[in-house]
């Protein structure tokens, strides 16, 4: 792993060229449908949970909503996204959690969101950093995992010790749009299995690059 901060700088300089309109795309209006959004997206993909969030979010206008209906009709309502059961149980216990403690708002720091059943480091971040501008973290998830290690910026394995190295060499500025530039290249350049390393603008500086 390297501390440089310098390779880093180099790397944020590039992607911010490369993706100057970079930014999470789940879509959402708020706070709520953030996290909402985020929760379907476990195992899908941003892509997926779009074509199914216009019509859950005319219907389900905040957590209340989804307390009042069956789970069986939450189920069918989010069906398409996969793992509904879990999914449905998950969105109706923070739904609950939001009503009895916090006035049926999304909190606006680290410690209540992980407060929440079943959200992690990782939706707190999305949330936190992006519908409501509180930095507190670095969103990781599985292209910053995969670029993370293949550009020399973490040898750990875990979200959450990845989330604690980055946070050491990446200047807290730009904590949230790091992330972003990381998951776009890593969607569109740096896959999993095939990554194009040829037409990459960091293959010079890339520890992993197979040019």
Excluded at 127 to 142: F, Q, R
Aim: with cysteine.
């Amino acid at each position: 792993m390297t501390d440089n901060k310098e390779h880093v700088a180099e790397i944020s300089l590039r992607l911010k060229k490369l993706y100057p309109d970079a930014h999470v795309e789940l879509d959402y209006s708020n706070a709520f449908e953030l996290m909402i959004a985020s929760i379907l997206a476990a195992q899908n993909t941003d892509v997926n949970i779009n074509k199914l969030t216009p019509v859950l979010f005319r219907k389900y206008r905040g957590p209340e909503d989804y307390l009042k209906v069956p789970a069986a009709e939450l189920e069918q309502d989010i069906h398409k996204s996969g793992f509904f059961r879990q999914k449905t149980k998950s969105i109706q216990a923070v739904c609950k959690r939001l009503v009895e403690d916090f006035g049926g708002q999304v909190p606006n720091t680290m410690e209540e969101m992980l407060s929440l059943p079943g959200i992690g480091r990782k939706t707190a971040n999305v949330v936190l950093g992006n519908a409501l501008g509180v930095v507190e973290g670095i969103v990781v998830d599985t292209h910053n995992i995969r670029l993370a290690g293949r550009l020399g910026l973490s040898d750990q394995k875990t979200a959450d010790k990845i989330e604690r190295d980055l946070m050491e060499i990446v200047p807290k500025k730009d904590w949230v749009m790091f992330s972003h530039w990381i998951t776009w290249h890593g969607r569109r350049v740096c896959k999993a299995r095939l990554p194009k390393c040829a037409e990459c603008v960091l293959n010079d500086i890339c520890p992993s690059s197979m040019v």
